[in-house]
């Protein structure tokens, strides 16, 4: 058993498609509204949902569905230590071009760390998403070299 995908609301949804297709290469893999009691399933005032579920052509099996309330309230930012899903790491063969392309988008606040794991040295990149979400890149070669 394996996690389908994961629900983020955004506040901007075409501001988060851009960070995550055209910066990450997520591709479109359904888009759809949903009319549903989403206050009495979710917490949600609104009753319509516009949902766009995203993925990584090399992993179709692990999707983000990006949501947007259509209720026209914004969302704050989040504030304080993180509570929940905080943080999505992604492994990616090529981190600098991922970079560079959301560099090119804006979106170009980059962190760099590095984690001594079983021995091995891993290069992390943190950006935040339109949302606030930290998201990591870290290197395919790097991983499959530490055996994780």
């Not at 479109?28 to 579920?53: C, N, Y």
């Not at 790491?89 to 794991?117: C, N, P, Q, Y």
Request: glycine share 10%; proline share 5%.
């Amino acid at each position: 058993m394996g996690i389908h995908h994961v629900g983020i609301a955004v506040r901007d949804l075409e501001q988060s498609l851009r960070f995550y297709r055209d910066g990450l290469g997520f591709t479109v893999l359904m888009e759809q509204t949903f009319d549903k009691d989403w206050k009495r399933l979710v917490g949600s005032p609104s009753s319509r949902m516009h949902a766009v579920i995203i993925a990584r052509p090399e992993e179709p099996g692990s999707a983000i569905e990006l949501i947007a309330f259509q209720d026209g309230i914004a969302r704050a930012p989040r504030s304080g230590p993180p509570v929940g899903i905080f943080l999505m790491a992604f492994e990616m063969t090529d981190v600098e071009a991922a970079k560079a392309r959301l560099s090119s988008l804006g979106f170009g606040d980059f962190e760099h760390e590095h984690s001594d794991i079983g021995g091995h040295r891993i290069s992390v990149t943190f950006v935040r998403d339109p949302d606030g979400n930290v998201v990591e890149l870290v290197s395919s070669a790097e991983v499959r070299a530490a055996n994780l």
